[in-house]
């Protein structure tokens, strides 16, 4: 008789602040042990462009070296502003260069659990593997 076996989900949610005051080095070690450990991490805000391409530099070149590791999907989701009034683009522009990147939402999960992000403004879709 085949045993079923129920794999847990792990979600790991970062606020920003969390990782604000780390380096580039240290934002994407933390976040790849977490990769690398089957969570998915949701963090409260974006990385900076240089970041996400260190990600997935550092990614790339662990894909080879770690059993099982498949790599990594990323997704980053904003508000929509193209169809907003200009005083509130300016409000929102605003509020970012205070806050920095809260508004985002940035999810990144390993390639063996998440199979694909689909995104638009109003919404995100995780779909997992089987």
């Known amino acids: 008789m085949k045993k079923n076996t129920?794999?847990?989900?792990?979600?790991?949610v970062?606020?920003?602040?969390?990782i604000e005051n780390l380096s580039i080095s240290e934002r994407v070690k933390k976040l790849l042990t977490l990769v690398v450990a089957q969570k998915?991490?949701?963090?409260?805000g974006r990385l900076r462009p240089?970041?996400?391409?260190?990600?997935?530099e550092d990614t790339m070149a662990m894909v080879d070296h770690i059993k099982n590791f498949k790599g990594m999907e990323?997704?980053?989701?904003e508000p929509d502003m193209k169809d907003k009034d200009l005083w509130t683009?300016?409000?929102?522009?605003?509020?970012k260069r205070l806050v920095g990147e809260s508004s985002a939402l940035t999810i990144i999960g390993p390639c063996?659990?998440?199979?694909?992000?689909?995104?638009?403004?109003?919404?995100?879709?995780?779909?997992l593997t089987n």
């Open 50 to 56: 240089e970041e996400e391409a260190r990600l997935i």
């Open 89 to 95: 683009k300016v409000r929102y522009g605003i509020a």
């Open 6 to 12: 129920l794999k847990g989900l792990s979600l790991q």
């Open 112 to 127: 063996s659990l998440v199979r694909e992000i689909k995104r638009d403004p109003k919404k995100i879709e995780l779909l």
């Open 74 to 77: 990323l997704a980053v989701i």
């Open 40 to 44: 998915i991490v949701i963090i409260q």
């Open 14 to 18: 970062i606020p920003f602040s969390e």
